[in-house]
Structure formats: C-alpha cells, structure tokens
C-alpha cells in the first residue's frame, strides 16, 4: 500500500473555497487515483455539511471544534483527534502555516510519523508574515523547522523559508496544479466586438482592482472605450468599494461586476483576455485556468506569477501599482489580436507540460513515499 495522508485545513468543501482550499481538495482527488488512501481533517462549518463524507474516494472528516489558527490556543482537541486516529494514516499534511500546521509537526514527531507543511504564499500577504505577528512565534518556528519537508510553491516563497531558517535540505519546490482536461477550450474565443477582459478574485487591495479601474480610465483617455469591457468577479468587501471608485473615475459603464461564478468555465469561455494586477499571490489557480483555456494573461511578477509567466512568450507581466503599464498591455491585446491568439496557444502548452496536475500530485506521491521510506 502507498503512504497513507491525512491533511488538515482549516476550510474544505463545501464550505470556503479560496485558492489553498481548491489545490488542497483537488490534489487529494488525485492522491486517490495514484493509489494513496487520503483522509482530510477539516472544521464542521457549512450548513448541511456531513460530520464523515467520503468524496472521490477522499475521507473527509468534519469536527465540531476549532482547528488550531492562533499558537497558544485550541490545540488540545485536534492533537487529541490526531493521537486517536494515528493508526490511520503515516504522514500529516498541513496546508498553510498556522496553528495546525505546529500541531501536526509536534504530532508527527510524538507519533512516528512523518510532517509536511505547504506554504501557499509568501511576502505582505504570505502565510509566515502573517504567521510571525501572532504571540509565540519564535517558539513555533522552531517547531515548525522540524517539519520532514516544507513545500514551496514558487521560487519566492523557496527565498522566504532560507531567510526564515528552514533547512534547505527540508524545502521542496512542488507548484500548484491545473486539471487540463477540465479546463480545456471546448468552444471556439467569442467574435471580437469589445475585447472582454475578466478579472476572478475577492475584491480586496491585495488584488489590485483599483489599478485595473485606473487603467480603465486611461484606456478611455485614448479613445479606446467603444473597444473593451472589464468584468470582475468575485466576493465584496464592505471596506472596499469598488463600484464606487468607478462613479468617481467615469469608468462605471466599462466595468460590471458580478459574484463568483460557480460555472467558471463558461466565464472564461466568454473572455477574450485575463487580468491578474495583484500586489501579492501565491500561484493562482485562476491564472493557471485561464492558461489553460488558452486566454492571453496580463499579470504582476509577485510571488508565484513568474514561475508560470514568461514576459512576452505565453503572457505579459506589468508591474504592481502601475495603471499606465497595465493600460499598455490591455491596449496591445485590444489592438493585436494575433499577438493574444499566440499569446494564448503557448499558455496552453506551458501548462500542459509543467503544471498539470497529474505531474504535480506525482510529485507529491514521490515525496510521500521517500519520506515514508526514510524510516523502512
């Protein structure tokens, strides 16, 4: 039998489903199909949700208490949980760096069992800055050192461990995956009317919304305003408003926006081109759909971004907080639609041959077992 996992996450279907929620979810999937018995311990929390599912052959189990977000709080229960169940799996894996992500490893080691700890993000926004304000984090750290391997999804976060004192010989650069043969262009890019730009992210700073509604503004200064439309889709933020900020800018006829999409296929089958002008992300699971569906992407080098987006080969990196440059960009896709067309067809291929998740999850197979063997 394979290594057998248990990975733990604070939010799992059918609950909240941000970026490390859906890598987490559809890598167990794949795990299974590899031959892994995979079990996930998640927080009971959506309405209707069953305490014990068994989803694509994925064991799901839903407590009724807090898993571990804060150091010095809530670690009983779910160390508890962990010392009964040890029969039934051989590693832990913890997605993001909080509470639980110290718990495990401090298990693992109890146990006899082996640690990995995936960091999603790293800089302003990353798992370990916010991680080292909480009280207790130098202890932590040390814990956390101790873990069999940290993942690093991206070169960046790669650097941020080696400064935060992980041993090299425990990071493991393994990147985020996309299922290509679901997110693959079955219907021909929609005729060329207005160019359709789309943006798929919460509506937050991080993401960059206010330099896509000033790039807007300059696009209309240059007479483009009869030839593009920006939709933005994702969840709103009360402190944040955005419509708002497109009265004030005379943007608001150009820009629409709408709540996440759950057929998210049929958004980007609608689209002529991606925008992502974040100011920090991990590797973003929409860049990697939208590559996948062939969209032409516009994006900030930050983070995981560069290790998927070569400039001017399969995309076009602009720099954050730059609206004149993502104006520039928006208006080259605008008016080169042979440029988006290739721009497009060698995104496609880049993930087919390097962020498939099939490869991805044999990665991960390939570390489970190594690190399971270590001790054979």
Known sequence: MKPRGLMIIHHFRPGSAGGAELQAERLAKQLVQLGHPIQVLTRLTAPGALPEETADGVQIHRVPYLLPYWIT???ADTFQYLVRQRHTYDLLHAHLVFGHAVVAVVAARCLGKKAIVKIACAGEYGDLCLFSKFAGFAAALKVLHQADAVVAISREVERELLQYGFPAHRIVRIPNGVDTDFFRRTQPMPERGK???ILIGRRHPQKGIDTTLLAAQRLL???????FEIRLYGADYAEHDYRA??????VVEHVRFFPFERDIRAVYHSAHAFLL???????????LEAMALELPVIATPVSGTPDVVDDGVDGVLVPPDAPAALAAAMARVIADPAFAHQLGQRARRKVETQFALPRVAQQYSELYARLCAADA
Do not use: I, K, V, W
């Open 245 to 250: 900020l497109a009265r004030d800018l005379g």
């Open 195 to 197: 160019t359709q730009f």
């Open 277 to 287: 002008p974040s100011r920090g992300e991990g590797m973003s699971n929409s860049l």
């Open 73 to 75: 709080r809530d670690n």
């Open 221 to 227: 200064a240059q007479g483009l305003g009869d030839q």
